[in-house]
């Protein structure tokens, strides 16, 4: 199932978004799980909680819809650009037509939580949009500085932590999330964790560096990298939750020692390395 923490911070001047990466259907897990997304082309994110074809789906519609839209792709029109509740509303409008036709077997229901700076209202907001085969309902959380939400599976477990827990840096909220990934009374929580970072000036995604199969490797959005590009836009995070580097030259360094298949005279160093096989 899933995890998700979102929070302001203290001034309010930045909203955090974060999960956990583990999916389950009671029989099967899967660590590595894209929980988060970015609203294409737009500065705002798609998390979820539920049935993930249903929630999936959805979130890929939306992304793809409103990226071919005229006003609803804006993100910033010199304070013109439609508000983040005007998306939402039409996703709204969007999601009631396709789940009439929603397999029932498929799925029975998600929520979709949208999150991102309102430029309109200048604050940064989060929407919820409850979606199931009796219809869509959508409503603006209110959210006070310092205060996290919580949704999914693993939300009492962190409610109890928090309230146990008062601080509510970086640190202290991932603290919580990683608590509830590493506790075994949780199973349908694991995996590592994902995160984004909201301002008025934008949104940036924060990568974790966590042991994958016996090596330290950075992770982002669940999956472990194979880049040489620097990924200077990620922030990264240590095993301790503190900022840390991108382990870029230990993570293709160890890709290309595993499967020597993938050095060629004229391989391009910003290319992708797929993940070898462990021998």
Avoid at 80 to 91: D, E, H, Q, S
Avoid at 104 to 118: I, Q, R
Avoid at 156 to 178: C, H
Avoid at 246 to 269: E, I
Wanted: proline letters at 4%.
């Amino acid at each position: 199932m899933t995890l998700i923490l979102a929070w302001l911070n203290e001034d309010s001047t930045a909203m955090h978004i974060a999960s956990d990466s583990r999916l389950s259907d009671g029989a099967n897990t899967w660590e590595y799980a894209t929980k988060l997304f970015r609203m294409y082309p737009t500065d705002s994110v798609f998390a979820y909680t539920g049935d993930s074809l249903f929630a999936l789906s959805l979130i890929a519609q939306a992304t793809a819809v409103l990226h071919e839209t005229d006003n609803l792709s804006n993100s910033n029109n010199g304070g013109r650009a439609p508000g983040l509740n005007a998306r939402v509303a039409a996703l709204k409008k969007h999601f009631e037509s396709v789940m009439q036709a929603f397999p029932t077997d498929w799925g029975n229901g998600a929520t979709v939580l949208c999150a991102g700076y309102d430029e309109r209202n200048r604050r940064c907001a989060l929407y919820e949009i409850s979606v199931d085969q009796a219809g869509v309902q959508d409503q603006l959380v209110a959210m006070a500085p310092g205060q996290v939400r919580c949704y999914g599976s693993g939300s009492l477990t962190a409610e109890n932590l928090l309230q146990q827990n008062p601080g509510r840096s970086i640190e202290d909220v991932l603290t919580v999330l990683k608590n509830v990934i590493d506790d075994p009374a949780n199973d349908a929580v694991g995996g590592v964790p994902q995160m984004f970072t909201i301002r008025p000036d934008g949104t940036s995604a924060v990568g974790f560096n966590a042991t994958v199969n016996g090596h330290q490797e950075s992770t982002l959005f669940a999956i472990p990298l194979r880049f040489a590009s620097k990924m200077s836009k990620v922030e990264f995070r240590g095993e301790d939750l503190a900022v840390d580097r991108y382990l870029r030259a230990g993570g293709v360094r160890r890709a290309m020692q595993a499967d020597p298949c993938q050095r060629t005279a004229n391989a391009s160093p910003e290319r992708s390395i797929p993940i070898a096989s462990k021998r």
